[in-house]
């Protein structure tokens, strides 16, 4: 069952804060959290977090369309090997 | 060389074999010519025969029997880093990234950059690029993909620049920075 609309998207309080004042202070700076269970407003974008995967920070560099996911979601918790293959990766 | 694919098992009893790909796109494993083993030699003509839970099967010019397949078995298949385009500007192939020297440096232009270690891994976990860099005598560090915290890449000179951003390093590695020592747990707390 999803979560009541009249409760809005829930987010840890502490990470709202921090958001807040990095977005004032206008720094580039990565705001580490273990709050994997935030939903990404849309007050994030353009902020980097440093999202905790229960071994490092996975920097995840917030975007318009992940909005209303988890932070969780784009921090992995299991090891994936493999080979880079023919795969290119843009600089954003 | 580059590592397309690896054999993973046998694939019927007419000597066809699966393979995992490790291309953008699995039919690409046949792309770029003929595959070889590590060292470049023992060329494979690989032919694709379709596709299964989620591996490509292909049958091997020369391997007639399910025998010979299996004995085929955990073989990498490669391509030269010459077989394969040049990337489009501001674009980077995993395999050129993988290996160059991270330094961090100061974002303004400042002192020498300070070396942090070889880049070990290049992933995409939905939200871009993200290096992976094995910082000498500390853990792993993960930096974004962007021009912001990766102002230059120089895959001929085996270098990367990577901005100190606050927060973007562990604490070690932040003071490595900074020039501070580490600190010892034999020395006691500070």
């Known amino acids: ?92 | 060389m580059v590592c397309l694919g690896v054999v993973t098992a046998a694939h019927g009893v007419r000597g066809e074999v699966r393979i995992r790909t490790f291309t953008a796109r699995p039919e690409d494993l046949v792309a770029y010519g003929d595959l070889c083993d590590e060292q470049g030699e023992q060329p494979l003509a690989v032919q694709p025969t379709g596709c299964v839970r989620g591996a490509v099967t292909a049958r091997i010019r020369g391997v007639d029997d399910r025998n010979a397949a299996e004995r085929l078995r955990g073989r990498k298949l490669c391509v030269p880093r010459s077989a394969l385009p040049e990337p489009e500007p501001d674009e980077y192939y995993h395999a050129d990234l993988i290996g160059l020297r991270a330094e961090l440096i100061d974002g303004s232009g400042g002192p020498e950059p300070v070396p942090l270690g070889p880049v070990t891994a290049v992933d995409d976990f939905g939200a871009g690029p993200v290096l992976e860099i094995a910082v000498d005598g500390g853990p792993p560090a993960m930096v974004p993909f962007t021009r912001a915290v990766v102002p230059w890449v120089d895959v001929n000179a085996g270098r990367i620049g990577i901005v100190a951003v606050p927060g973007l390093l562990g604490r070690a590695d932040e003071e490595k920075a900074q020039g501070k020592p580490r600190h010892s747990p034999a020395a006691g707390r500070p």
Not at chain 1, 3 to 30: C, H, I, M, T, Y
Not at chain 1, 67 to 88: A, M, N
């Open chain 1, 1 to 92: 069952m999803p979560r009541s609309v009249w409760k809005g998207p829930f987010v840890d309080g502490f990470l709202l804060q921090k958001a807040d004042k990095v977005r004032s202070s206008k720094r580039n700076e990565v705001i580490r959290t273990w709050s994997r269970r935030s939903t990404i407003l849309p007050q994030f974008v353009g902020l980097t977090f440093g999202v905790y995967n229960g071994r490092k920070f996975i920097p995840v560099l917030v975007t318009e369309n992940m909005i209303g996911h988890k932070f969780g979601e784009f921090s992995p918790t299991r090891t994936f090997f493999g080979h880079g293959g023919d795969k290119k990766a843009r600089r954003g």
